[in-house]
């Protein structure tokens, strides 16, 4: 019998959740998942949270507060331990028995994220926009923009960088309402950065 716990290792922002899984191999290579029916702790559930048998999703852990913990897992029942033996269940001799656990080691981290101020560029130049993310590791960054309604002569931004920490922009005027002879000189975007960690993400607007 080999017990399993899946993931080993996790990390996750403050507030995020991450559903964990445990069961167990047989001596015949059979794999079971038992996480519904076993007994869910975490060693600082101040800091990771965990559901247990009997609620809604045991195994399902929670970043309550920066800092790192073990889960474990311990099944509510006994499973025969394949010895090398042959044995039947209920007739000797005996299956020896053991209760299958493990455990994994979470961090949770509080994610904080800039972006850098607005910028002023007449029609055709560019400027530069950055984001910074501390307290978790970022995995993806993706740069977008949005224009008012009823924006016309076709609002457009391109990114020089469109999924780096830091990208340059070109502007395009657009006429606001869609009338080109009375729109305003003046044409605003929305610049946003969304940055990805582990079990999250913090979008950011300028």
């Not at 311990?74 to 044995?87: A, D, E, I, T, W």
Request: hydrophobic share 25%.
């Amino acid at each position: 019998m080999y017990p399993h716990f899946t993931p080993g290792t996790w990390s996750f922002a403050v507030g995020n959740t991450q559903q964990l899984q445990f069961g167990y191999y047989d001596n015949l290579g059979y794999q079971y998942d038992v996480s519904g029916g076993s007994n869910w702790s975490s060693s600082a559930g101040q800091v990771i949270g965990v559901q247990t048998s009997g609620q809604n999703s045991p195994g399902l852990s929670t970043a309550v507060s920066q800092g790192s913990a073990t889960v474990g897992a311990s099944y509510l029942y006994q499973v025969n331990v394949g010895v090398g033996q042959m044995c039947t269940q209920g007739i000797q001799p005996f299956c020896p028995q053991t209760t299958p656990s493990s455990s994994g080691q979470g961090t949770s981290c509080a994610a904080q994220v800039t972006i850098s101020g607005d910028q002023s560029i007449n029609d055709g130049s560019s400027g530069t926009f950055s984001v910074q993310a501390q307290g978790c590791p970022p995995t993806r960054y993706t740069w977008s923009y949005s224009a008012p309604d009823g924006s016309g002569n076709n609002p457009d931004v391109t990114f020089g960088s469109p999924a780096a920490t830091s990208t340059s922009t070109d502007g395009h005027w657009f006429a606001y309402p869609d009338q080109e002879c009375g729109g305003t000189q003046i044409s605003t975007y929305t610049i946003s950065a969304k940055v990805d960690f582990a079990g999250g993400s913090v979008s950011l607007a300028r």
